[in-house]
């Protein structure tokens, strides 16, 4: 039962999912604001139950298509979404089934459908009644099996022929919550006494110098040192953009799409003696660049080296003249090679949006190319796993600009993947992650 003055946390997680099943919004906005509508106690249950129900939604909109007798009409997905929140609980939760489906059909009341209550009633206690049967029908789907739709299997299994069914399990389960320690602040060894001191566990990151693994996600309001800037949440691919683009003092480094500023952060860091633009071609997202360069004490307010633009890195003109000595471009992708962080990648994403997303990169490429001084280098980065934005789009830049020379990466750096590298999802515990550097030669 809800508390006085909240929300029935089942009746506030189908409102967060309704936008996000229709295919509109990604889940983040629609959760925070559900988050603040329930009980603080319940807020756990919420993230849970929501993001399981967006991990496993194609299997559950396939369950759910068997279970009525026609489909929903649009204007009624917020009942389909507290169906697909019965049928997880009943599938995946520590929920006892009773408590399952009454708590479940004791809301949809509250939808203004009065037909809501026995349709969310009649499906859950159907399902109870042919789970087995139905279960073993939805692995004759490949959607529903790999709970991924049918365009992206395909294409990973297209570019990954060997590993495809490996991404597949690697996306559905929740990624570790890694830590990015501010050594400008403390060192590794003593933060990692200081969350034990907190009763918190975690582990070094193999081969990176500032991460950290959490044994168990905690709110960033419990990490010792957060709000003081001792430590960032960043997952260790994302860890490896400031260990590649190594940066001597006084060099000038672009960060042509900053937001929300992790790996600026982490730049600035590593190479205190830099200087460093970041860009976006968001002004509010910039906003989230200022915020966590100012949370970390690496803002120009802290005397660093540090200018905010907001422009659109692949329009022409934008830098003038201006050259730098390294260049960093994360490049607006699929997010493919992060759904285990954001699954509602699954939902949202088209197959026409990679041709137009490539598109988008190598304007960044073709825009940001005359501004690396000549020597300098530039670092591709994607979180990714397709190849048509990795792979496809560095080799067509290489042979259309005879100045670029690809260069070596750490061979225990995921698997080669034409000039650059690829990191798959689940590989040392990291996201999936694409890294290509490229030297540009000076003339003659």
């Avoid at 603080?40 to 496993?56: D, I, K, N, T």
């Avoid at 004791?106 to 789970?131: F, I, M, S, T």
């Avoid at 200081?194 to 709110?219: F, H, I, K, S, W």
């Avoid at 633009?277 to 949370?295: F, K, N």
């Amino acid at each position: 039962m809800a508390e006085r003055g909240h929300l029935p946390v089942r009746l506030a997680a189908a409102q967060a999912l309704e936008p996000v099943l229709r295919r509109q919004r990604s889940l983040d906005g629609p959760l925070a604001t559900a988050s603040e509508r329930v009980a603080p106690a319940e807020r756990p249950w919420l993230q849970a139950a929501c993001y399981g129900v967006v991990r496993e939604a194609p299997r559950l909109e396939a369950l759910a298509a068997m279970l009525l007798s026609r489909p929903l009409r649009p204007r009624d997905a917020d009942v389909q979404a507290l169906i697909l929140l019965g049928l997880h609980q009943l599938r995946a939760m520590q929920v006892p089934a009773h408590a399952a489906v009454a708590e479940t059909v004791a809301v949809a009341p509250r939808l203004d459908k009065r037909w809501a209550r026995g349709l969310v009633n009649a499906v859950l206690r159907r399902y109870q009644r042919e789970a087995a049967a139905l279960e073993a029908a939805l692995d004759r789907q490949p959607a529903a099996r790999h709970r991924h739709p049918d365009w992206l299997i395909e294409a990973l299994r297209s570019d990954w022929p060997a590993d495809w069914e490996a991404i597949l399990t690697a996306n559905d389960q929740p990624g570790p919550m890694t830590l990015r320690v501010n050594l400008t602040h403390i060192s590794r060894e003593d933060y990692l006494a200081e969350l034990a001191a907190n009763g918190l566990t975690a582990r070094p990151l193999a081969g990176q110098a500032a991460g950290l693994e959490l044994a168990a996600p905690v709110d960033v309001a419990g990490l010792p040192g957060f709000a003081d800037g001792r430590v960032s949440v960043q997952d260790g691919a994302a860890q490896l953009a400031a260990e590649l683009l190594r940066v001597p003092p006084g060099a000038h480094v672009l960060d042509a799409c900053a937001a929300p500023g992790g790996k600026s952060a982490h730049l600035l860091e590593r190479y205190p003696a830099m200087r460093l633009t970041a860009c976006d071609i968001d002004p509010g997202r910039l906003e989230r660049v200022r915020l966590t360069l100012a949370r970390l004490g690496l803002d120009a307010a802290a005397g660093r080296q540090v200018r905010l633009q907001a422009v659109d890195a692949a329009a022409a003109g934008v830098f003038g003249t201006e050259c730098f000595d390294h260049i960093l471009l994360d490049a607006p992708c699929s997010g493919s090679g992060v759904i285990r962080r954001h699954p509602d990648i699954k939902l949202l994403r088209r197959p026409a949006d990679i041709p137009a997303l490539a598109a988008r990169q190598r304007a960044l490429l073709q825009a940001l190319w005359p501004h690396l001084a000549p020597g300098g280098q530039l670092l591709y980065a994607t979180c990714s796993v397709l190849q048509a934005e990795n792979r496809e789009v560095i080799e067509a830049f290489l042979a259309d600009h005879a100045d670029a020379r690809p260069q070596p990466l750490p061979e225990t750096l995921g698997r080669p993947s034409g000039a650059g590298r690829q990191i798959l999802p689940g590989e040392h515990g990291r996201d999936g992650f694409y890294y290509a550097l490229l030297r540009r030669q000076p003339a003659g």
